[in-house]
């Protein structure tokens, strides 16, 4: 019994160390994933053997040796989905960093939402036209505090431990001269006190994470290939002078970026991802980008239990909580790029409009 305050102490103060290591990853997320039922009118797709290890002569189960061997006697005709000499690289610019994959965006696309299902998120959204995949809202589990009662009962209390933060992550795939650009951006909710008695909560945004970033395209790239020691020196932080500015033109406020079009237009639509933009369509040979503002408040439905008298509340419009369409410009001058707001139909936008967006990109872009 003396000695229980000591182990007592000694145990909390390893949980405490254990809370502080960078970027513990362990995600849950708020939905459900759907069923893998064969719907009956369908009918069960044949199975294809190309990565099944093959039996030995005979009946027998193959060893090891056998399947290695035939592996390197292959037909050269045989394509893998990403051969093996295909590696990730990082590109950056400030605080954005994306990979650029040596494989078409059709070879990418399966890779990434397996990823994010493993890491698990469930997909969302899945938007081939405009490249883009995103989650569902999740919670970081490793966030909650392991201590000696949270290590002992959590298994079977582990539903009464929450986090009062969700994530999601939104993946864009370009094709790029050099292979494809796979751009990350994150978007955080955290849950606060509505009243001064706590006894309400609402949920927030809160700030995006570029570090939670790095940390999900240094995984991803392992899953292409690199090695761990070379993703993390790839991904090391850099200091860079400022890159962006905003200046006036005919009295409207635009952002200048000391970048080229094709670099400026892909940040531009990382940015937007960041600041809570979805991107409906987008026509680059114009540097147009048709986004609407995504409310926070409605993005987060997700996360509600809201029961069945809601479902009954057919005075909630959808169409009052949809914003309108604005147009994001990307122009090229010279070797630099400027950026402007234009409302639908490339008509003119208000001024606080303008001067809002432009301020958020520029925070973003700088």
Known sequence: MRLLPLFLILALTASGCGMIESKKIDYKSAGKLPTLEMPPDLTAPTGDNRYAIPDAQGGGTATLSTYSQERKTAPSGVQTLLPAQDKARIERAG???WLVV?????QVWPLIKDFWQETGFIVNLESPETGVIETDWAENRAKIPQDVI???LGKVLDGLYSTAERDKFRTRIEAGKDGTEIYISHRGMMEVYATEGKDKTVWQPRPADPELEAEML???MLRFGVEQGRAETLLA???TPEQARIVKEAGAPVLE????FDRAWRRVGLA???VGFAVEDRDRSKGVYFVRYIDPGIDND????EGVLAKFAFWRSKKDQTSPQLQIVVNEAGDKSRVSVTGADGKTADASTQNRIINLLHKELK
């Open 218 to 220: 240094r995984r991803l």
């Open 102 to 106: 040596q494989a078409t965006p059709q």
């Open 150 to 152: 949270r290590r002992t």
């Open 237 to 239: 932080k850099q200091q």
């Open 95 to 97: 605080t954005q960093r």
């Open 272 to 274: 937007l991802d960041r």
């Open 257 to 260: 970026m000391d970048e080229n």
């Open 302 to 305: 997700s996360k509600r239990d």
